[in-house]
C-alpha cells in the first residue's frame, strides 16, 4: 500500500511559477504521474515519470512543465512555470508498478492504483 502526500499548491498569477511535492510513504520508484481535474471535467495526465527516469508530458504542458524525482528528499516534483488561466485545476499524484506504451497510455489514469488528496493550484489572468 501507498499514500502519497501533495503539496504545493497556490494561487498564482499567470505567468508565475509553481512547484508542487509529492512524498510517497513508503518511498518507491514506482511510476509516478501526475493529473489534473477541474470540477465538470474529466482527469487529464499531466506528466509521467518512470523508474528508468523516462518522462512523459502532455502536449499542452510541454515546455512549461517539467517532472522530477528527488532521492534525497524522497519527493516528486512538478515544476510549473509559465502558468495559464487554464492551468486552474487541483493536481492530483498518482503511482503505479510501471509506466508503459504510448504518451497517452503512460497518462491515462487507469493505470494507476494509487493516488493523493490532491492539491489545488489556481492561476489569475
Known amino acids: 500500500q501507498v499514500q502519497l502526500v501533495e503539496s504545493g499548491g497556490d494561487s498564482v498569477q499567470a505567468g508565475g511559477s509553481l512547484q508542487l511535492s509529492c512524498t510517497p510513504s513508503?518511498?518507491?520508484?514506482?511510476?509516478m504521474g501526475w493529473f489534473r481535474q477541474v470540477p465538470g471535467k474529466e482527469r487529464e495526465g499531466v506528466a509521467s515519470?518512470?523508474?528508468?527516469?523516462?518522462?512523459t508530458y502532455a502536449d499542452f504542458v510541454k515546455g512549461r512543465f517539467t517532472i522530477s524525482r528527488d532521492n534525497v528528499k524522497n519527493t516528486v516534483l512538478l515544476q510549473m512555470n509559465s502558468l495559464k488561466p487554464e492551468d486552474t485545476a487541483m493536481y492530483y499524484c498518482?503511482?503505479?508498478?510501471?509506466?508503459?506504451?504510448?504518451?497517452?497510455?503512460?497518462?491515462?489514469?487507469?493505470?494507476?492504483?494509487?493516488w493523493g488528496q490532491g492539491t489545488q493550484v489556481t492561476v489569475s489572468s
Open positions: 498518482a503511482a503505479a508498478l510501471f509506466c508503459w506504451g504510448s504518451q497517452n497510455e503512460r497518462l491515462a489514469d487507469s493505470r494507476y492504483g494509487y
Open positions: 513508503p518511498y518507491t520508484r514506482y511510476c
Open positions: 515519470l518512470d523508474s528508468t527516469g523516462r518522462t
